[in-house]
Every structure is written in C-alpha cells, then in structure tokens.
C-alpha cells in the first residue's frame, strides 16, 4: 500500500553530475539520465514534487548525512560500508555479467563444458575474472589490462568470448565502435557474492516510510509499463 505521505512538501534527490547514462547534464543544462527520469517517474506515482540535484561522486554519500537530499538514485551500489551508512529501497536495476560473440561465431555453450578449451577473453582484476577462474576453469583465458583491449579482442576474432558486466557490453554493442561485430550469447549471470546486489534508492536510516514510498512506486511503475519506457530509452539493447 502506498504510505501516507501528507506532511512531506518534496523529495530531493541526489544523482552523481557525470555518471552516463544514468545522470548527465543534457543538452538544455539540465540534469536528465536513467536515474534522473527513474526519479521523476517515482515521484509522479507518489504525487510529490521533486527536485534532483547534482553532485560529484566524492561528495554524493555525504549528501543525505549533511541534509542536501532525502535519497541517492544511481549506480550506488549496495555494500556492507554503504548499509552502515543508508538504509535501501528493493532493487531497481540488476548488473548481471554477460557473454559476447562475434555475429559469425558458431553456437557455443555458455556453460563450463561448452567453453572447455575456448579462449575467453576478461578485464584483469575484475569479479569477472574471478568466476571465469573459479567455475570456468577448462577455458583458456586471455586477460586485458581494460575493457578497450578486451572489446578489440572479441571485434578482431582473438578470441572466441568475452565475459563482462552487461551494462557496459550493451552501451558498447549499441554504440559505433562496436560496428555491430557482436552480440549477447547465453543468459545473465546474477551471482551477487561476485557481481553484486544490484542498484537500489538509498535513504536516511531509519526512515521507513520513505523507503517504503519508493519501493510502493517502483512497483507500480514495473507493472504499469513506465519502467520498461525509460530502461529501453537508454538500455536499447537489453543486457538481461
């Protein structure tokens, strides 16, 4: 049901100023973004104005301690340092990880089994290099000091997989350099002990009615199709 917010004039929320795409400053000099039209379709399902402000990351987990907004939207994640500090709506947006083919590539397996001797290619020192090396041990594994050689490999054929964090693929598939050499193959991995809970709204501690407000609203806007709108504007190739 949805709380009883009569005695709270606005909700101010904080999003970080440089984070695409989920806050930057747009073309008009205002903030816009996934988080920032998330926000504002939140407060339209609770009937509160709203205001979004900008911060820069160093100073955004502050924000709600030194009274400059009432919640943080973004890709803030949930950690045992950030539970001490907020409480956390549900969860309005998972990071799975994702393997990448070449469009040419023959059907493989995502599965130990089927990438068994295959090169698969990684960012070093990421959770995802991590479970290829844990659960994906017969793979051969070409490592990458960044995402940039990791996304040239894949484009050149070096090799025959690429396991990282959906988001960036999709931004990547869907933008130019990508030249539509490669697509998603397999399903989303979910596995929050290495990729994470997942991005929720963070609050004050304690303040219950608050959370419950933005959980109410991002249920109502997944089930009435608001959600979905926004996430394809910028999401356009699905990394679920």
């Given at each position: ?16 100023s440089?984070?695409p ?32 402000q900008?911060?820069?990351w160093?100073?955004?987990p ?15 994640a ?17 990071r ?23 090169r698969v290619g ?34 050149n054929?070096?090799?025959?997989a ?22 998603f ?31 109410f609203a ?8 608001t959600?979905s ?5 910028y ?6």
């Amino acid at each position: 049901e949805k709380p009883d917010l009569s005695n709270i004039r606005a909700v101010r929320i904080l999003v970080e100023s440089e984070d695409p795409p989920f806050a930057f400053i747009g073309a008009e000099g205002l903030p816009t973004g996934f988080a920032v039209e998330l926000g504002r379709a939140i407060c339209l399902e609770l009937e509160v104005p709203c205001t979004v402000q900008t911060l820069r990351w160093a100073l955004l987990p502050s924000g709600i301690e030194s009274g400059l907004g009432d919640a943080i939207i973004g890709s803030f994640a949930v950690t045992a340092e950030s539970r001490a500090r907020f409480d956390f709506s549900s969860t309005f947006l998972t990071r799975p990880a994702r393997f990448l083919v070449r469009r040419d590539s023959p059907e493989l397996e995502m599965i130990p089994e089927g990438l068994a001797g295959k090169r698969v290619g990684v960012q070093a020192g990421t959770a995802h290099e991590a479970y290829l090396r844990a659960f994906f041990p017969g793979s051969v594994l070409h490592v990458y000091p960044n995402a940039e050689d990791a996304h040239a490999a894949i484009k050149n054929g070096d090799i025959e997989a690429l396991f990282e964090d959906g988001l960036n693929a999709s931004l990547w598939l869907n933008g130019k350099t990508s030249e539509n050499c490669c697509r998603f193959a397999g399903g989303p991995f979910t596995e929050a002990r290495y990729f994470g809970e997942g991005l929720t709204v963070a609050v004050e501690p304690g303040n219950e009615r608050l959370r419950e407000a933005f959980d109410f609203a991002l249920a109502r806007i997944q089930q009435n199709g608001t959600y979905s709108e926004i996430f394809l504007r910028y999401f356009p190739v699905s990394f679920y």
